[in-house]
């Protein structure tokens, strides 16, 4: 039988949310300057009177604008070294491990895959994720994809298989922003790790 796995990752995987965790990790005095900056933004985000994509792109621009990209992979790698396995659900890690090695998984993430992408090399997934802009080599604050939450997972998922057959396609999500990929599925598991 040919499965595909999906899995989202923040929350899902991992017990913490990674985007503060790694902004923080990346540069502290900066990270706290810029939340400070953006809490009356998560305020109406909280009301949902703002879009979480602005407000996100906006607080990561704040601290990583300008990066060169060989600095934040080493950064990245140095956040996978530092946070693996200790951020990761225990029973996550323990069905990752008895995947069958020809069955194909992906992480499926609105988190940037600036960071995530070392832990999905480490559990050979193929990593779909909120994609940052780089020209020359730098940050540029911005993202070449649209914030891969919602909607967006499925139109993600769909355009990486391309008319690919699966007999079922299993999908693991913890939040609102998953729900459409966990229908999309033919198996759809909400906070099966929890």
């Known amino acids: 039988m040919k499965k595909l796995y999906c899995f989202d990752f923040d929350g899902t995987l991992t017990t913490k949310d990674t985007m503060f965790l790694f902004l923080k990790f ?3 005095r900066r990270f706290y300057v810029q939340f400070l900056k953006h809490l009356p933004l998560f305020i109406l985000l909280k009301f949902k009177l703002l879009e979480a994509e602005s407000v996100k792109r906006s607080l990561v621009s704040g601290v990583l604008k300008g990066e060169k990209k060989v600095t934040l992979e080493n950064k990245a790698q140095a956040f996978f ?6 951020i990761f659900r225990k029973n996550a890690l323990d069905f990752i491990a008895n995947i ?7 992480i499926v993430t609105a988190s ?16 779909i994720a909120t994609e940052a802009e780089f020209k020359n ?5 911005n993202f070449v994809t649209k ?9 993600r998922i769909k355009q990486e298989i391309n008319g690919l057959k699966y007999d079922k396609i299993i999908a693991f999500g913890d939040t609102s922003g998953d729900k459409a990929m966990l229908s999309f599925a033919n ?8």
Do not use: Q
Request: aromatic share 20%; glycine share 8%; proline share 4%.
């Open 187 to 194: 198996e759809g598991h909400f906070k099966f790790f929890h």
């Open 81 to 86: 070294t530092k946070y693996y396995p200790s």
């Open 100 to 106: 069958d090695a020809d069955t194909e998984s992906y």
């Open 147 to 155: 914030n891969c939450n919602g909607i967006e997972k499925v139109n």
């Open 112 to 127: 940037l895959d600036i960071w995530v992408k070392p832990f999905a090399e480490h559990f050979k997934m193929k990593l």
């Open 137 to 141: 080599g730098v940050f540029t604050g």
């Open 26 to 28: 990346y540069h502290r």
